[in-house]
């Protein structure tokens, strides 16, 4: 546990039994009134967790959040619907808030609905008034096939941000990502925390692609109670920021059988969408992360994805303005040396690979964030259900 926590923030984690081990069950929720702000997926499939949460969303005034792990409860129709709303009217009760003041998410195997006698025997046994919130625990229960739990927490001024995820695989993020709960006690405006956060989402966890898909179950919101005081705005979203690039790279290193992360720096765009466009072009290439798992310094793989973008603004990309760097390495163009390939490989030998591109046609950048592609991924998506 982390030696600093935000203020005024009680919850509870539980086995309901969806899990062979370990707790499938968190709520955290403010003591006092928060100002919130949210994302979602937007996959057409998204679950009855991200309609009831979307909606209630535009208010900003959510105080917490409650998951189940191990079931999305996604495409389980009127069933799924009625018991979304019943899983989140119940802990609000235990909680004493209002069920609109709660994100709910599911996340886990799509297509099976919660098992409620079990769920609801699990929820009456919940502690009521519940206890002060342990982060940690919370973090640990909501995961699927994470390996280890992911918290970060840092400070702005008087106040704490304590930022939980989970998620390792079905990650292409496309305006949330995954589940990711940011919980602090910096006084924060609900508008200014909703332009924030879409700021913060967008260079984090929309930066990040595991296997370039998108979850029907993504969900990301942070909840402020203000029982620190006001911060130093521009001092808060660079905290937001550390926390979730902290995350981010984390899940990143954490992917489905992953055994490196993979950061693509691109330089050089016409825009920051360009960029972005750009790296996840590399960062999603089979090939790139293959190459990358066996240390094989070949840039082919990397041009190849570069040459594939196919937007009007692409056009102006041609071999003749295009430089890719492995680590400090510069393959392209003119890296056939063996001393020079010799290096790239020793760099993508390590834990943490680097691929930098420079467009050469402006000053825009972005960087993005992901893992190579291995036997392990192939395995534990083969046997996913079975």
């Given at each position: 546990m982390p030696s600093v926590a935000p203020r005024g923030f009680v919850g509870v984690t539980a086995r309901l039994g969806l899990k062979d081990d370990g707790d499938d069950f968190a709520a955290v929720v403010s003591e006092v009134p928060c100002a919130s702000a949210a994302v979602f997926t937007r996959s057409r499939f998204a679950g009855p967790s991200v309609l009831l949460s979307r909606a209630d969303a535009p208010a900003g005034s959510s105080r917490g959040m409650v998951v189940i792990s191990k079931n999305a409860n996604v495409a389980t129709g009127a069933a799924g619907e009625r018991d979304a709303v019943e899983v989140r009217s119940t802990v609000a009760a235990a909680a004493g808030v209002a069920a609109e003041e709660l994100v709910i998410a599911s996340t886990g195997v799509i297509g099976r609905p919660y098992p409620m006698d079990v769920v609801r025997t699990g929820l009456a046994a919940l502690p009521r008034p519940f206890p002060?919130?342990?982060?940690?625990?919370?973090?640990?229960?909501?995961?699927?096939?994470?390996?280890?739990?992911?918290?970060?927490?840092?400070?702005?001024?008087?106040?704490?941000?304590?930022?939980?995820?989970k998620g390792v695989g079905m990650i292409e993020p496309n305006m949330a990502t995954?589940?990711?709960?940011?919980?602090?006690?910096?006084?924060?405006?609900?508008?200014?925390l909703d332009t924030v956060f879409r700021r913060v989402v967008d260079r984090t966890f929309n930066a990040l692609s595991i296997d370039t898909d998108t979850s029907t179950s993504d969900t990301a919101a942070v909840f402020a109670n203000g029982l620190a005081g006001a911060v130093d705005p521009e001092a808060f979203e660079q905290a937001l920021y550390r926390c979730a690039l902290t995350l981010v790279r984390d899940i990143a290193s954490d992917g489905e059988g992953a055994s490196k992360l993979i950061e693509v720096r691109v330089t050089g765009a016409l825009d920051a969408a360009q960029a972005k466009r750009a790296g996840k072009a590399v960062v999603n290439s089979p090939l790139v992360k293959t190459a990358v798992h066996g240390a094989d310094p070949n840039w082919g793989r990397v041009v190849m994805a570069i040459g594939k973008l196919d937007s009007p603004a692409d056009d102006r990309i041609t071999p003749d303005t295009v430089t890719v760097r492995f680590g400090d390495v510069t393959l392209y163009p003119g890296g056939s040396a063996q001393e020079l390939l010799d290096a790239a490989a020793a760099h993508l030998s390590?834990?943490?690979?680097?691929?930098?591109?420079?467009?050469?046609?402006?000053?825009?950048?972005?960087?993005?964030?992901?893992?190579?592609?291995?036997?392990g991924y192939v395995k534990i998506n083969a046997d996913y259900t079975t």
């Open positions: 002060a919130a342990d982060l940690g625990a919370a973090a640990a229960a909501i995961m699927t096939t994470d390996t280890h739990a992911k918290q970060c927490t840092v400070r702005v001024g008087d106040a704490v941000i304590t930022g939980i995820a995954l589940l990711t709960f940011f919980f602090t006690d910096a006084e924060v405006p609900a508008a200014e390590g834990a943490e690979v680097v691929i930098h591109v420079d467009l050469g046609l402006g000053e825009a950048e972005f960087t993005v964030y992901g893992c190579d592609l291995t036997e």
